[in-house]
């Protein structure tokens, strides 16, 4: 079935590093993916996404390409602030299979001044 | 324009009591979900509206029950508390079943 894995986290950089959170997915069709952003205490919020192949979701200085053939979105950010600092999750959908909207568990960021 | 919004954002329960938990958005959204967030596990689907009037199970039903009231709002009900379902609870809606989802602020729920 679909399923979507994200690198263990946490993960902790010095502001204005470059920043690499790593997520493959499983899917039967051709996914929708998503990058969603929760800073503590809030909800989630939707970062960035990507609807076919080759696409290119961006935001807030944050980018993730959709790669077919490594099934892969990983996130990254050229470089990253203090207020970056946040638990970030892949996610996807699959038009074939509408019952079901996958997260990844979340990758933490710490981003140190 | 509100987006998602939940009450309450804290609740305190002893074993057995039951509560409900409200959820309304203003997107003019078709589907509405709920979730649950624990430590280390991520997001997991308890219910799910696909749209006004029809409601399915999703990963970790067991406990809860559900209403879509009409197309703004969909409660989460918990008939008798459990220690296991202190948690965090996320609505969430889309405009369509398999669209992006936009999620409220979260009720942080301690069964004691």
């Known amino acids: 079935g679909d399923s979507v894995t994200q690198m263990e986290g946490p993960v902790t950089l010095s502001e204005e590093a470059f920043l690499t959170i790593n997520c493959t997915y499983t899917a039967t069709g051709y996914p929708s993916l998503f990058w969603y952003v929760q800073y503590p205490g809030e909800g989630l919020q939707l970062l960035l996404k990507a609807t076919k192949a080759d696409d290119k979701g961006s935001n807030k200085g944050f980018e993730a390409t959709y790669r077919k053939e490594t099934t892969s979105f990983h996130l990254e950010k050229g470089s990253v602030q203090v207020s970056d600092s946040a638990v970030y999750f892949c996610?996807?959908?699959?038009?074939?299979?509408?019952?079901?909207?996958?997260f990844g568990s979340g990758t933490k960021l710490n981003v140190k001044p | 324009n509100a987006g998602v919004t939940q009450t309450p954002k804290f609740q305190v329960l002893k074993t057995g009591q039951s509560m409900t938990l409200q959820c309304a958005q203003d997107m003019n959204h078709n589907s509405m979900y709920w979730y649950r967030q624990d430590p280390g596990m991520g997001l997991r689907l308890i219910y799910y509206s696909a749209s006004e009037g029809t409601t399915d199970k999703g990963e970790v039903p067991n406990g809860y029950n559900v209403s879509r009231l009409n197309k703004r709002e969909f409660s989460l009900r918990l008939e008798s508390a459990a220690p296991s379902q202190t948690s965090v609870y996320f609505c969430?809606?889309?405009?369509?079943?398999?669209?992006?989802?936009?999620f409220g602020p979260g009720t942080r729920l301690t069964v004691t």
């Open positions: 996610a996807l959908s699959d038009p074939y299979n509408f019952n079901k909207f996958y």
């Open positions: 969430a809606s889309s405009e369509l079943i398999y669209y992006e989802q936009y």
